[in-house]
């Protein structure tokens, strides 16, 4: 390790699951296949230093700053997360890092940092390997590792380190697919997924009722939990097929099924959880009412909370931009991000 130390600095994107994992196996596992798409304007910019233990082998020791803020909540997860890949890295126990992470979007904006943050620190962590081993990031397996290594952080955030649409979880439909890392879809979607948008209506910018831990454990044991593994299996394979062709009915129909039987699992299990709040229901219903009266192409999806996305095809932005004119109304401080699926991660010069 020079003595100036190496550094690294990744954006990393959020990104939203049209099918959703809920349950793991066990080691970070997720026990069905989920595929989403991965974000352009939420994402994270991390920027990783490393410098030599005076006592190599000790570490990693780590100091971790949130847009400028030492001993924030969450450092104490940052640390666990170091300590338990560090067998990964031939170069974490001798170094001391000092990490700094910031967000583009507000931290209680409703929209799930741990995807984009972990996503980020990952693809640092391994830009920082290729680094002390004279490697470009980017070589054959960079991504699987940041992947799986990002996982580890956050289940959903090892489907952020590539653009466009992603997968993770072994499924017949998708070659190479694997439990342990993510990798992007295998073909090109029909154009008319191509620039999708994601308008995020925000019903309830709060903390999460429930910590994803929490309800993925909530599986276990879940009376309806096997045939919803199976479900999202199926439903994985139809929306394979309608990306392919652009098959707009058979994509909402699909989406929006996993978006409810995420939330009907928690409804149906023990302790129940009731995470949609009055105006979510009354802004899908709304949304349904302009699909029929209009014939747009839109659906919803949500994530563990109250708060909606809007999907859509880039073609119908302008009647969208008046459906959610109208639905500004029912979210808090009429807070609507706007988002589309975006190129994916992206390496920046270090400063
Ligand atoms: O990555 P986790 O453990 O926070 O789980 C995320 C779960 C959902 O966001 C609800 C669904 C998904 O597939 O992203």
């Known amino acids: 390790i020079p003595a100036e130390g190496l550094s690294a600095c990744w954006k990393s994107p959020s ?9 793991k196996l066990g080691g970070q596992l997720p026990a069905n296949a989920s595929l989403s798409i991965t974000l352009s304007n939420a994402y994270t910019v991390t920027r990783v230093a490393a410098s030599r233990l005076d006592t190599p082998g000790s570490g990693p020791e780590a100091e971790f700053r949130f847009e400028g803020e030492l001993n924030l909540p969450f450092s104490s997860r940052i640390n666990t997360f170091l300590k338990s890949v560090a067998s990964h890295f031939q170069y974490l126990p001798d170094v001391k890092l000092s990490i700094e992470s910031g967000n583009s979007f507000p931290h209680s904006a409703g929209i799930a940092s741990s995807a984009s943050g972990m996503s980020a620190l990952a693809l640092c962590l391994c830009a920082l390997e290729a680094q002390f081993q004279d490697k470009e990031a980017g070589a054959p397996g960079f991504y699987e590792k940041a992947s799986s290594i990002a996982r580890l952080g956050s289940g959903s955030a090892c489907r952020s ?12 439909d998708v070659p190479g697919s694997s439990d342990e890392y993510a990798v992007p879809l295998h073909f090109d979607p029909h154009p008319l997924f191509s620039g999708l948008r ?3 209506l925000i019903v309830d910018p709060g903390e999460k009722k429930v910590s994803s831990s929490v309800g993925h454990g909530l599986m276990n044991g879940h009376p309806f939990a096997e045939s919803r593994f199976a479900q999202a299996g199926r439903n994985l394979s139809e929306l394979l097929v309608a990306l392919k062709s652009g098959d707009w009915q058979v994509f909402a129909r699909i989406v929006e099924n996993e978006a409810l039987s995420l939330h009907a699992m928690m409804l149906a299990s023990d ?7 009055p105006n979510t229901l009354l802004i899908i219903n709304k949304t ?12 919803f999806t949500l994530d563990a909370g109250p708060n909606i996305h809007l999907l859509y095809p880039e073609e ?6 008046s459906l959610i004119k109208s639905l500004k109304l029912y979210c808090f401080n009429e807070k609507v991000i706007e988002d589309s699926v975006g190129e994916g991660p992206k390496q920046l010069t270090c400063r």
């Open 15 to 23: 990104n939203i699951a049209l099918i959703k994992y809920w349950g």
């Open 271 to 277: 302790p129940w959880f009731i995470l949609m709040h």
């Open 288 to 299: 349904e009412e302009f699909r029929k009266q209009t014939g747009a192409k839109v659906c």
């Open 316 to 321: 119908e932005t302008e009647r969208i931009a």
């Open 161 to 172: 380190v590539y653009g466009g649409i992603t997968v993770w979880g072994r499924h017949h």
């Open 198 to 200: 994601d308008a995020i």
